[in-house]
């Protein structure tokens, strides 16, 4: 009677001998590189999801800063106005 070997001893020796290593490291290689190649789309997804935020901001305080600027500049104008105004009271009673 002949003794039974396991499936995975009878394909290995089936095949020239090195080609199931050589496979396996084929593979393992691909997996790697696959991850790698993962990792680094998702780098550039997260940055450039991070740069047009951080652009939004940006665009958000220029905005700000513009309409606080024109307040500013409202005020400014009010603010000479009654300071022309006041002149204009103190020389008429100088008079």
Do not use: W
Request: hydrophobic share 50%; aromatic share 8%; charged share 20%.
């Amino acid at each position: 009677m002949a003794k039974h070997r396991p499936l995975l001893v009878r394909q290995k020796d089936a095949c020239p001998r090195g080609y199931n290593e050589t496979f396996v490291m084929i593979d393992s290689v691909a997996a790697v590189l696959g991850l790698v190649s993962a990792g680094i789309f998702l780098a550039h997804a997260i940055e450039s999801y991070r740069a047009n935020a951080s652009v939004g901001a940006e665009a958000r305080f220029a905005s700000f800063k513009q309409g606080m600027f024109r307040r500013v500049q409202r005020m400014c104008a009010s603010v000479e106005k009654l300071v022309f105004a006041g002149m204009r009271v103190i020389q008429g009673r100088l008079k």
